[in-house]
């Protein structure tokens, strides 16, 4: 992640704005006094740095939890910030290979609104999960112009790169999401997707749990795929393999093809690797026998206009629980004007961040993605208990 480490450095006067970037306020850890966050907004962006005192030397990192996809504006940004702030530099990672900004028409926000835009009746729609290095998505939007594919990835260097690549080729039908699509699945609408394509997921052998592949992974897949669609699992694992055909076949739902080291047109990054290594690469197709009706509406009321401080402040315990879901408070930052609280939230095994902007007058920003799924939103009703 792009860094630099100083000797010292110079706090500048916040707000300051320079080659577009307005640095606008720095915020200190109340609990640990060397931590702060610099809020820095580019156009309608908005990303941290944060800045730690290290004994003799200063830390400034970009900090990758608003899940900003341009480490070349990020690099960008911390250059001018080094002259703000007359940055005695001892190292830094900031070489640009080239000065481009890379904020793509096809980089959408995790909403259901930006979603529904891509699909009508008369086109494909087909996602693949964890592209990763896109060789195959990229080779799959390139050869079916008709059909509508979103990527949705984890990896923010993956998406700068294949946001590269859809712009190189002139693509048109490949936009990508940058979510965990644990989350994301909850908020796509009931049958209308395709074909789902899950190439080579990290087995997590140790915790199972932290898997894209679950029940609750496979019911969403149901709902979400037209009759006939299909969820095409690849894997070198032999464990995650059969891992996933137990919890299918006890579904009932799909028709299920499998094999072993079949031909694919194009192979993926990781298959690659595992061949070289001559193992064996699992596939199944699970195949939608009949869609299911269901709707998918949640009430997502959300309020945090009447957040009080004191009271928050005031908690021994900032962490709050509902049946499979949580609230945690982890950090609290004081600026000048006001607060920003660092947030975790949502359901235990596929957790969200946001932060909370808070100022002397109660107005609250929100600065990162809320996707608004039931238990996202039930755990974030739980901040109400500090409300005034
Ligand atoms: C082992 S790599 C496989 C990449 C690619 N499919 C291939 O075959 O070369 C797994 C990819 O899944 C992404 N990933 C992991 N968990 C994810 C999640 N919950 N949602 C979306 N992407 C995820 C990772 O960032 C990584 O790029």
């Known amino acids: 992640m792009p860094h630099f480490y100083a000797r010292k450095i110079d706090n500048p006067a916040y707000p300051i704005s320079k080659d577009g970037f307005l640095f606008s306020l720095v915020a200190n850890n109340i609990k640990h006094n060397d931590d702060n966050l610099v809020l820095v907004r580019y156009k309608n962006f ?34 001018t910030y080094i002259k703000l702030c007359n940055a005695d530099i001892l190292f830094h990672n900031l070489n640009q290979k080239k000065d481009k900004e890379n904020l793509s028409p096809y980089l959408l926000s995790p909403t259901k609104e930006n979603i529904s835009k891509l699909y009508d009746k008369s086109n494909p729609l087909s996602i693949e999960i964890g592209f990763g290095s896109g060789r195959h998505l990229l080779d799959l939007a390139q050869k079916n112009k008709d059909t509508i594919f979103l990527g949705i990835e ?44 899950l190439h080579f997921p990290v087995p997590w052998d140790k915790n199972p749990s932290k898997r894209v592949f679950s029940k609750e992974f ?48 194009i192979i993926s990054k990781y298959e690659a690797r595992w061949k070289k290594q001559n193992k064996d690469i699992y596939e199944a197709r699970f195949i939608l026998k009949d869609s299911i009706n269901s709707t998918n509406d949640v009430e997502s009321n ?51 961040k946001i932060y909370l902007l808070i100022n002397d007058y109660g107005n609250v920003e929100v600065l990162g993605d809320i996707i608004k799924t039931k238990s ?9 208990k500090w409300s005034k």
């Open 154 to 197: 984890i990896y923010s260097r993956a998406i700068e790169q294949v946001l590269n690549q859809i712009r190189l080729l002139d693509l048109k039908n490949l936009y990508i999401i940058n979510a965990d699509c644990r989350i994301l699945f909850n908020i796509l609408d009931s049958n209308i997707v395709d074909s789902i394509y």
């Open 302 to 352: 959300l309020n945090f206009a009447n957040l009080d401080m004191d009271k928050i402040l005031d908690s021994r315990d900032l962490k709050l629980f509902g049946d499979n879901y949580f609230l945690h408070i982890k950090n609290i930052y004081k600026f000048d004007n006001g607060y920003v609280l660092f947030v975790l939230f949502g359901a235990f095994n596929a957790p969200s």
């Open 376 to 384: 996202n939103i039930q755990s974030l009703q739980l901040i109400k």
């Open 218 to 265: 496979l019911k969403e897949s149901e709902r979400v795929l037209k009759k006939g669609g299909f969820l095409e699992l690849r894997s070198d694992s032999a464990e995650y393999f059969s891992y996933a055909l137990d919890i299918a076949n006890n579904f009932n739902a799909f028709d299920i093809e499998k094999s072993i080291n079949s031909q694919t047109r």
């Open 46 to 79: 908005s990303f941290f740095f944060m800045q730690q005192d290290r004994g003799d030397k200063v830390l400034v990192k970009y900090n990758k939890h608003l899940r900003f996809n341009s480490i070349d504006i990020v690099k960008k940004a911390l250059k």
